[in-house]
């Protein structure tokens, strides 16, 4: 099942990410088999399966639990670019 999330992106020396980190983070998501949604001020918005979450970010992430931790990446690159991985949980509709 899919799970989307919000990975934040570590700050420059100002309050937030220059635009080329997220590029690059996005870029580096997208290759490892994330959808990337959006791309925003401090973070990018991804889709992915739960398998990828703990393969490429090191956390456990499921669709339907809130979670916000460290991130753990196993690439070194991606490690120098992102601080955390943000999931709110899919809405349940009655």
Same mark, same amino acid.
Do not use: C, N, W
């Given at each position: 099942m899919d799970v989307s999330a919000t990975i934040s992106v570590k700050?420059?020396?100002s309050?937030?990410?220059?635009r080329a980190k997220l590029e690059e983070a996005a870029r580096l998501l997208k290759e490892s088999g994330f959808?990337?949604?959006? $791309?925003?001020?401090?973070g990018v918005s991804v889709t992915g399966k739960q398998d990828d979450?703990?393969?490429v970010l090191g956390v456990q992430a499921a669709p339907y639990?809130?979670?916000?931790?460290?991130?753990k990446p196993a690439q070194?690159?991606?490690?120098?670019? $992102?601080?955390?991985v943000e999931v709110a949980p899919k809405p349940q509709l009655y």
């Open positions: 700050p420059t020396d309050e937030k990410p220059d959808e990337v949604t959006r $791309i925003g001020r401090y979450f703990s393969r639990t809130a979670m916000a931790t460290s991130a070194r690159e991606l490690g120098d670019l $992102i601080d955390k």
